[in-house]
């Protein structure tokens, strides 16, 4: 951690931060006072509409049923586990953790809720939101990796760092970081459950968008297992790479450059358009096996 009193704390890590909320915990279950105000355990029941959610909150994709079933949940017990925030004004308390049961509380009908309020200023707020959030809640790879890429960009935090906080080998951070460079379709793929991080991990080992998008299609219409798309990137890979283009060749205006990523998008490959002084030049549109070519045919209509 960067040396200076305004991280001393944070040094220490998540667990030194959270070190006594086992305890806090524990010691509001069953029963927490219903009035505002602070208990003798350190919670205060905090007005739910006097807490926003926070900016660098990682997570952004919650199970509407899931929610439903904590809400029922919440009617019969009330919050077991309190929330944790940080007091950011009068009467004002931006959430760090625990925006699943906040929302689900909302839904139960409830007009205040457990919470576990701590200080600390707004990059500390920032760094301990992220490692909360990490620690505790079921994010999915992606939002996994973008709080990664949050806690080293914003936090001025390294990957080795980030794996010391996490407790992860950095091996393990660096594999996540590398799912935020595949195209935003397979990210989405990911994020949702439909792709899982194995397939993904495969995918990325090609160099080409065009090559990672087609693997991804195939992969997805054909159900194949994370060894079978592993087996299909060696194969594309150890294939021979296109000649560079001749030296003679300019630089393609930025007018064409369009025109060569319009067609690259529209047939979902990779497309290669070579344009000479002359005004001559020619198109190249690759595939990846037949079914591949059938697509792109079916695409010009032939």
């Known amino acids: 951690m960067a040396q200076g009193i305004k991280k001393q704390g944070l040094g220490k890590g998540i667990r030194a931060l959270l070190d006594t909320i086992d305890d806090d915990i524990q010691g509001v279950k069953g029963s927490v006072p219903a009035v505002s105000g602070q ?30 079933e904590l809400s029922e949940s919440i009617k019969l017990h009330d919050i077991i586990q309190p929330i944790t925030v940080v007091k950011v004004g009068q009467n004002k308390y931006q959430l760090i953790s625990g925006e699943r ?36 809640e079921n994010l999915n790879a992606i939002e996994i990796a973008l709080s990664y890429r949050q806690l080293m960009d914003e936090c001025g935090l390294t990957q080795e ?39 993904a991990r495969a995918i990325i080992g090609l160099d080409h968008v065009e090559q990672q998008l087609y693997v991804y299609r195939e992969t997805m219409s054909r159900g194949l297992s994370v060894r079978q798309v592993e087996q299909m990137v060696k194969d594309m890979s150890s294939e021979k790479a296109p000649a560079a283009p001749k030296a003679a060749n300019v630089k393609l ?7 060569e990523d319009n067609m690259a998008s ?15 030049g020619s198109v190249t549109i690759e595939f990846y096996s037949d079914e591949d070519l059938e697509r792109i045919m079916d695409k010009m209509n032939l």
Do not use: C, W
């Not at 205006?253 to 025109?259: H, Q, S």
């Open 101 to 136: 049961r906040m929302r689900a509380s909302k839904m139960a009908g409830l007009h205040d809720i457990p919470a576990y309020v701590r200080t600390t200023d707004s990059q500390g707020m920032l760094e301990l939101a992220l490692l909360e959030n990490l620690q505790r």
């Open 161 to 199: 760092q980030v794996s010391e906080r996490m407790k992860k080998e950095r091996s393990t951070v660096a594999n996540y970081l590398r799912l935020l460079k595949l195209p935003p379709d397979i990210q989405k793929s990911v994020r949702d459950g439909q792709l899982s991080m194995g397939h």
């Open 39 to 68: 208990t003798n355990t350190g919670i205060a029941r905090i007005p739910l509409d006097q807490i926003e959610v926070n900016p660098s909150q990682p997570r952004h994709d919650f199970d509407e049923q899931a929610l439903r």
């Open 253 to 259: 205006p930025p007018a064409y450059k369009r025109i």
């Open 266 to 280: 529209h047939f979902s490959t990779r497309v290669k358009l070579d344009r000479k002084k002359t005004g001559k």
